[in-house]
């Protein structure tokens, strides 16, 4: 009975730790040559989409104002090996998606390409960005309309895709564990080989002091 209870709390927990981390929201504002880089720890294949707007600030009416047609975004994404994944110039509104086959610490950078263009030069930027993950991503009544699905098809096809994500979120937290372990293990048995090492150091040098002593004193005729 106890350990049902606590596999439903478990659940609970990492189901609460889904819902929040599927779905980042923030606006952040970046300067003319500036590039501003965000880490998104996402499981493998695992689809995100991340939508952006941009506003240019107006120093006469001292607000933010939707951005010219002109000036683009450069999205970078990269995996948890370095490798770029996604690298393409967007317009100053704009979607990107790309699907993760590394589970880890992805990196996603902005900057824009106010260089080409006078209007944003000396000026700053503010980028609204909303990065949805996993099941989250994926526009439910595009899906029903396309696939013609009834309201509790629907749901069922949600409810499959959600435990899939979980599913998902399991898998990275055990190779997350996993890598903690090895870590563990191998940061230990360093340890142990230096003390080992120094060990032996202290014993060398005990056993060189001893017997250059007992030369300085057989030298004097001290012994």
Same mark, same amino acid.
Do not use: C, G, H, T
């Given at each position: 009975m106890v350990s049902v209870r606590?596999?439903?709390c478990v659940l609970s927990v990492?189901?609460?730790n889904v819902l929040y981390s599927v779905v980042s929201s923030l606006y952040f504002h970046i300067g003319e040559t500036e590039k501003k880089c965000f880490i998104e720890e996402i499981?493998? %294949?695992t689809m995100i989409i991340g939508n952006y707007r941009t506003q240019l600030y107006d120093?006469?009416?001292e607000e933010y104002l939707p951005a010219t047609q002109g000036l683009g975004m450069f999205v970078e994404v990269k995996d948890p090996d370095d490798k770029v994944i996604l690298s393409r110039q967007y317009g100053s509104e704009g979607r990107f998606t790309f699907t993760s086959h590394t589970p880890g610490e992805h990196q996603i950078c902005l900057h824009s390409n106010s260089s080409k263009f006078a209007l944003f030069a000396g000026g700053m930027l503010r980028v609204h960005l909303d990065i949805q993950v996993g099941e989250h991503a994926n526009n439910y009544a595009e899906i029903a309309a396309k696939d013609k699905l009834t309201e509790l098809q629907l749901?069922?096809?949600q409810l499959v895709e959600?435990?899939?994500q979980i599913q998902k979120e399991?898998?990275?937290q055990r190779y997350r %564990? %996993?890598?903690f372990r090895q870590t563990s293990e191998s940061t230990n048995q360093r340890v142990l080989w230096w003390s080992i090492v120094q060990t032996l150091i202290l014993v060398a040098i005990g056993i060189w002091q001893m017997r250059h002593l007992k030369s300085f004193f057989e030298a004097k005729k001290l012994v």
């Open positions: 606590m596999r439903s990492l189901l609460l499981p493998d %294949e120093k006469q009416r749901r069922v096809r959600q435990v899939d399991q898998n990275y %564990e %996993e890598r």
